[in-house]
């Protein structure tokens, strides 16, 4: 039986279920949905509740109001088609959810793979292209390989040994850099 932390299984399935009957939803429209099925307001609500879940609560008690969630980096694009073949294809993110104002505004969405989430924004001065995130992983020789073989025709990233372990960059085609880092033991 699915839970709560199966929620993106379960809207994926039903978008493929709808879509059979002919009825397309966005994937951030069945997140919503979900998320009402277990009694929420919005998905950042049931999101967070999964994180929470997954990642477990850290620090002493002192810091017990206190609770880092993490970043999430925001990239400016210009091009969504372009983003979407970087960030999904080459990348092999996934959109968690898209939002518009309105139908001829600005995209904003954010995409992730595994505990990496990234917001993308057509919105000018949301953020400067050209921004460098690092991304502490495990498994960077892995990706490092994954990537390589797709034969992207506008990034072939290479695997460094740092002093402080091993280390791939990609650069979208807006500037901006994610620099994934494997850190050495000790």
């Not at 009402?36 to 990642?55: E, K, P, V």
Request: proline residues 3%.
């Amino acid at each position: 039986m699915r839970t709560y932390l199966d929620s993106k299984a379960m809207a994926k399935a039903m978008r493929e279920r709808l879509a059979e009957k002919g009825i397309n939803i966005a994937h951030s429209e069945a997140l919503e949905i979900v998320a009402r099925q277990f009694g929420l307001d919005t998905w950042n609500i049931l999101s967070a509740r999964i994180d929470a879940a997954t990642n477990g609560a850290s620090g002493s008690a002192a810091e017990a109001e206190l609770r880092f969630e993490g970043a999430t980096p925001i990239f400016r694009i210009f091009d969504v088609d372009k983003a979407r073949e970087y960030y999904l294809g080459f990348l092999g993110m996934t959109v968690d959810w898209e939002h518009r104002h309105a139908p001829d505004l600005p995209l904003y969405m954010q995409v992730s793979r595994g505990g990496l989430k990234l917001h993308l924004s057509e919105h000018s001065g949301d953020a400067t292209p050209g921004a460098n995130a690092l991304v502490f992983c495990r498994g960077v020789a892995a990706l490092h390989r994954e990537l390589a073989d797709k034969n992207y025709s506008y990034n072939r990233p290479g695997l460094e040994q740092q002093d402080w372990g091993a280390e791939m960059q990609v650069i979208d085609p807006f500037g901006n850099r994610l620099r994934f880092t494997e850190r050495k033991d000790g």
